[in-house]
């Protein structure tokens, strides 16, 4: 099944479940190379785009927040909007799993 997201500025947030270990780098999106000072509001990553540690934007890219415009992050101060003005956007990440393991994937989400 595949779930495809509205074009709606979804803000995203990987999150460990108690008790666990996080295999998701950088899950709250504040690592990377952002330009600009703490005035600054986004940075477009575009396709293929690297900008955020441990991430690889994908489809048309996506929008790197720093809580400005849209406030508050839920961790931190940093926030991804899948969305580049009208385009569909979206991130991407790999990590090892093992056979037979189960693993929970939680985020937080919003659209303003």
């Known amino acids: 099944m595949k779930l495809v997201l509205a074009p709606i500025a979804a803000m995203l947030i990987c999150m460990p479940s108690v008790g666990s270990a996080n295999l998701i780098v950088n899950g709250s999106f504040e690592d990377g190379t952002f330009d600009g000072n703490s ?21 048309q890219g996506c929008d790197w ?36 393991s189960s693993y929970e994937v939680n985020f937080y989400m919003a659209a303003p």
């Open 39 to 59: 005035s600054t509001s986004f940075n477009a990553v575009a396709t293929g785009g690297t900008k955020i540690t441990g991430w690889v934007a994908t489809q």
């Open 65 to 100: 927040h720093q809580a400005v415009e849209f406030k508050p992050a839920y961790d931190g101060y940093r926030m991804v909007d899948l969305t580049r003005g009208t385009l569909l956007g979206g991130i991407s990440q790999t990590f090892s799993t093992s056979i037979g």
